[in-house]
C-alpha cells in the first residue's frame, strides 16, 4: 500500500522488507538455514493479510510463518509431516479476506487451508482428505492467487487449475 515491497531470498534464508526506492528496510532470518522464530530453511511464497501482516512459506521446515507488517514473528502455521493437517513441501500462500490461509503442498499434492489460529480446517483436492495418497486434481501445485470465491493454482505439470469456492468455507474456529 505504501509502495513497499516484500521478498523471500530463498539462497540466503531470509526475508527482505523493501522500501519504496528498492532499498534493503529489514532483513529478517539468520542467512543460513535456520528455524524458530527468527530463522528460514528456503523461504517461498509469500501472502498479506488485510492488516498487512506478511505470511511466509518455510519450505524445508514445513511451516508459514506469520510476520507483523514490521517484520517481528507473530507465530506460525503448519508442522512438518506428510498427514492431513501437516506441510510435507509448501510453496505458496495466499490469505483471504476472514483471514483463512491456502497453502499449496507439492508433496501432498493439495491444498491445506487453516484459519485465523491456525487451526486446520481441511484439504481442497483429494479425493480422500485424510489419505495422503489418495487421488488428487493436482500433482504438484505451487502458486496460490485468491479473488472472492476463485482460486487459481498453479501446478508444475498440470498447469493452472481454476477453482469456484462454493461459498465461505466454515469457520470452525469461531
Do not use: C, M, W
Not at 33 to 53: E, K
Not at 158 to 168: C, D, M, N, S
Amino acid at each position: 500500500r505504501n509502495g513497499n515491497a516484500v521478498v523471500s531470498d530463498a539462497n540466503n534464508h531470509r526475508v527482505l522488507f523493501l522500501d519504496g526506492d528498492g532499498g534493503i528496510a529489514r532483513s529478517v532470518g539468520v542467512g543460513t538455514r535456520s528455524a524458530g522464530t527468527d530463522g528460514f530453511n528456503v523461504p517461498a511464497g509469500l501472502a498479506v493479510d488485510t492488516v498487512g501482516n506478511v505470511y511466509v512459506v518455510d519450505t524445508l521446515n514445513g511451516r508459514v510463518v506469520k510476520l507483523s507488517p514490521e517484520g517481528s514473528y507473530l507465530g506460525e502455521i503448519g508442522h512438518l509431516a506428510d498427514t492431513a493437517g501437516s506441510l510435507a513441501r509448501p510453496k505458496g500462500v495466499v490469505v483471504d479476506t476472514a483471514g483463512r490461509v491456502f497453502v499449496s503442498d507439492g508433496l501432498q499434492a493439495a491444498i491445506e487451508v487453516f484459519a485465523a489460529d491456525g487451526t486446520y480446517l481441511g484439504v481442497i483436492g483429494r479425493r480422500d482428505g485424510e489419505q495422503i495418497g489418495s487421488d488428487s486434481i493436482f500433482e504438484s501445485p505451487s502458486g496460490l492467487s485468491l479473488a472472492g470465491d476463485r482460486l487459481d493454482v498453479i501446478d508444475g505439470i498440470v498447469g493452472l487449475i481454476t477453482l469456484r469456492l462454493a461459498g465461505p468455507l466454515p469457520d470452525i474456529a469461531e
